[in-house]
């Protein structure tokens, strides 16, 4: 099976553009998650999608949107950038464990450089 | 609050010998418990993953200890090889509605030769 790919791997962008990321999960599983890691930090929960709805989201601002599709694909959308918003934005896709919960597998992640 | 806690913040060893990491949570409701490798500028990879009633897992080189009562977990690296320079992350998951994931900070090993 063919691993999360995520879309574009790096990118550049100025304060006060927008910018949208690309996300194709693990083919069969309904769920994307995406994350923010910063420099030496760990990763911050943004939004969780299951089935073209939003299930969980984390705590940011509403610059930062996402959708899912019906195909499982995600983008991320981000308006208005900020300095920083400069970090790696990492996707995951996951299937159900048996017992509740589920097993996530991340994509490569996109650099976005923000000047 | 849920959190998840680990240490050392960073971690020096010379190739070949062994490590333990640690991790200390305060998640309730838990539901599992995750060690996840991530090397740099890429996304992580699960290497364990327990439950409950699991009280040691192992993949390979890697030993993950859980111990419910006292809420800590360890991963225990042995022989440790140059390719094992890595964040180590460990991650638990609540029992509520959502299956909560909570992301400890991570533990950056260097392997030196």
């Known amino acids: 099976k063919a691993g999360v790919t995520q879309t574009p791997r790096y990118l550049i962008k100025t304060r006060g553009q927008q910018v949208t990321l690309s996300c194709s999960p693990i083919?069969?599983?309904?769920?994307v998650s995406w994350y923010q890691q910063t420099p030496g930090q760990g990763l911050q929960f943004l939004f969780e999608?299951?089935?073209?709805?939003?299930?969980n989201k984390g705590n940011f601002p509403g610059r930062f949107s996402g959708r899912q599709f019906s195909n499982s694909r995600s983008e991320m959308n981000v308006s208005t950038l900020e300095l920083g918003d400069s970090a790696l934005y990492l996707c995951?896709?996951?299937?159900?464990?048996?017992?509740?919960?589920?097993?996530?597998?991340f994509g490569p992640g996109t650099r976005l450089t923000v000047l | 609050k849920n959190q998840v806690e680990q240490s050392p913040q960073s971690l020096i060893i010379l190739e070949g010998k062994n490590c333990t990491l640690q991790?200390?949570?305060?998640?309730?409701?838990?539901?599992?418990l995750r060690w996840y490798k991530q090397d740099t500028g890429r996304g992580p990879v699960s290497l364990t993953i327990?439950?409950?009633s699991e009280n040691t897992k192992s993949n390979g080189r890697y030993t993950a200890t859980l111990d419910a009562d006292t809420k800590q977990s360890s991963l225990h690296i042995t022989a440790s090889q140059l390719s094992d320079s890595a964040s180590y992350i460990c991650?638990?998951?609540?029992?509520?509605?959502?299956?909560?994931?909570?992301w400890g900070a991570g533990t950056k090993l260097i392997i030196k030769p």
């Open positions: 995951a896709s996951s299937f159900t464990l048996v017992g509740g919960g589920n097993e996530q597998f």
């Open positions: 083919s069969g599983h309904r769920s």
């Open positions: 999608y299951f089935s073209e709805t939003q299930r």
């Open positions: 991790c200390n949570y305060t998640v309730s409701p838990f539901s599992n």
């Open positions: 327990m439950t409950f």
């Open positions: 991650v638990v998951s609540a029992r509520d509605s959502n299956y909560q994931l909570i």
